[in-house]
């Protein structure tokens, strides 16, 4: 079950509609959260991170110098097409239009999904096969796992067609705040049978996003042989604490997750409230790298438009 009301919300997390209102506003990018993830939102807490990650907040109304609708130039790149090829040897599937959950920090808030549609797939194939450089088909969205079982299978099974394709690579928010509709038992059956390595990244904030059932879903796709790693994005008010982000890092170990990276936010229109300083951000990243095993230290990096890879981001540097 999917809540998209704000009175279904303010039930489910014990807060007087009235006040919910009043920190409200309306967007295009309407509320949507999945009961899963609703259920890990402390009741009666305005302040919750997980909260602060779905409510449509009155302070994305203000403008911030700096915030556009398209910060990672995927719109000007590519207004239509649904394979982007921005990296050597990867290339990106737009698999699905739509997300279980609507994350107000979202670059893609502004994406014209739309034009996205399934009947770009064969061209995007068709491409695919002619270009022998590309070795990782990652499939994004949007949420590709909200496909239906039989199109997921489908779209495996063409991908498995084109020889110089070695990795699957799965984006996916689904497995953290939906996770028993990522248990689709012939698509699990059919990614174990399958040829390519097999990569599910997944992505998750806050340690209290995680539970016995994201547990069961994790382990469920490291059954069938895939590596699950973990992205986040840096988040004021979320996970902005170097405490908050050890503990993230070590849940998701005790669950099978290995961190992979910790995002800056792309200034997209809307997200300003969600920006961390720099100088805060790097007392974190310090304190993580002293604290935790270097393989719990999730990199730091920010996708500026044009460059080859994602932008490892140092102390000093000029972010
Ligand atoms: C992030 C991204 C990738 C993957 O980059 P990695 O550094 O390999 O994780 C590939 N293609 C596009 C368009 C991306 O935005
Ligand atoms: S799940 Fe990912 S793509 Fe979908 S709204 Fe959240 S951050 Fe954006």
Same mark, same amino acid.
């Given at each position: 079950?999917?809540?998209?009301? =704000?009175?279904?919300?303010?039930?489910?997390?014990?807060?007087?509609?009235?006040?919910?209102?009043?920190?409200?506003? *309306? &967007?295009?990018?309407?509320?949507?959260?999945?009961?899963?993830?609703?259920?890990?939102? +402390?009741?009666? *807490?305005?302040?919750?991170?997980?909260?602060?990650?779905?409510?449509?907040?009155?302070?994305?109304?203000?403008?911030?110098?700096?915030?556009?609708?398209?910060?990672?130039?995927?719109?000007?790149?590519?207004?239509?097409?649904?394979?982007?090829?921005?990296?050597?040897?990867?290339?990106?599937?737009?698999?699905?239009?739509?997300?279980?959950?609507?994350?107000?920090?979202?670059?893609?808030?502004?994406?014209?999904? %739309?034009?996205?549609?399934?009947?770009?797939?064969?061209?995007?194939?068709?491409? =695919?096969?002619?270009? &022998?450089?590309?070795? +990782?088909?990652?499939?994004?969205?949007?949420?590709?796992?909200?496909?239906?079982?039989?199109?997921?299978?489908?779209?495996?099974?063409?991908? %498995?067609?084109?020889?110089?394709? +070695?990795? =699957?690579?799965?984006?996916?928010?689904?497995?953290?705040?939906?996770?028993?509709?990522?248990?689709?038992?012939?698509?699990?059956?059919?990614? *174990?049978?399958?040829?390519?390595?097999?990569?599910?990244?997944?992505?998750?904030?806050?340690?209290?996003?995680?539970?016995? +059932?994201?547990?069961?879903?994790?382990?469920?796709?490291?059954?069938?042989?895939?590596?699950?790693? *973990?992205?986040?994005?840096?988040?004021?008010?979320?996970?902005?604490?170097?405490?908050?982000?050890?503990?993230?890092?070590?849940?998701?170990?005790?669950?099978?997750?290995?961190?992979?990276?910790?995002?800056? =936010?792309?200034?997209? %229109?809307?997200?300003?409230?969600?920006?961390?300083?720099?100088?805060?951000?790097?007392?974190?990243?310090?304190?993580?790298?002293?604290?935790?095993?270097?393989?719990?230290?999730?990199?730091?990096?920010?996708?500026?438009?044009?460059?080859?890879?994602?932008?490892?981001?140092?102390?000093?540097?000029?972010?």
């Amino acid at each position: 079950m999917i809540i998209q009301r =704000l009175d279904e919300l303010a039930a489910q997390i014990d807060i007087p509609l009235e006040i919910l209102q009043r920190k409200t506003l *309306n &967007s295009d990018f309407k509320l949507k959260v999945p009961m899963h993830f609703a259920q890990q939102i +402390e009741k009666g *807490n305005l302040d919750d991170p997980l909260l602060r990650q779905i409510l449509p907040s009155i302070e994305e109304a203000q403008t911030a110098v700096g915030f556009s609708q398209d910060p990672v130039g995927d719109l000007k790149a590519n207004p239509t097409e649904s394979l982007l090829h921005k990296y050597e040897g990867r290339a990106l599937l737009i698999t699905s239009p739509q997300c279980d959950i609507h994350c107000r920090y979202c670059f893609r808030r502004h994406f014209p999904y %739309e034009q996205a549609k399934k009947r770009h797939w064969q061209q995007a194939l068709e491409l =695919l096969a002619t270009d &022998s450089s590309i070795h +990782e088909i990652i499939l994004s969205g949007g949420d590709p796992l909200t496909l239906s079982e039989a199109g997921l299978i489908d779209l495996l099974h063409q991908l %498995e067609q084109i020889p110089h394709l +070695e990795t =699957l690579r799965i984006h996916s928010r689904t497995p953290v705040v939906a996770p028993n509709r990522a248990n689709m038992k012939n698509w699990l059956a059919v990614l *174990n049978a399958s040829r390519f390595n097999k990569v599910l990244v997944v992505h998750c904030n806050h340690p209290n996003e995680l539970s016995d +059932e994201t547990h069961q879903t994790f382990q469920l796709y490291r059954d069938v042989g895939v590596t699950l790693l *973990n992205q986040c994005v840096l988040l004021k008010g979320v996970n902005d604490s170097a405490g908050t982000l050890k503990r993230l890092s070590k849940k998701l170990f005790s669950q099978g997750v290995l961190p992979y990276y910790c995002h800056l =936010l792309d200034r997209v %229109e809307g997200a300003a409230h969600f920006e961390v300083d720099t100088t805060p951000t790097w007392q974190i990243f310090e304190t993580l790298r002293k604290e935790l095993p270097g393989y719990l230290v999730p990199k730091l990096v920010r996708e500026i438009a044009g460059e080859p890879y994602k932008t490892p981001i140092y102390e000093n540097a000029d972010t």
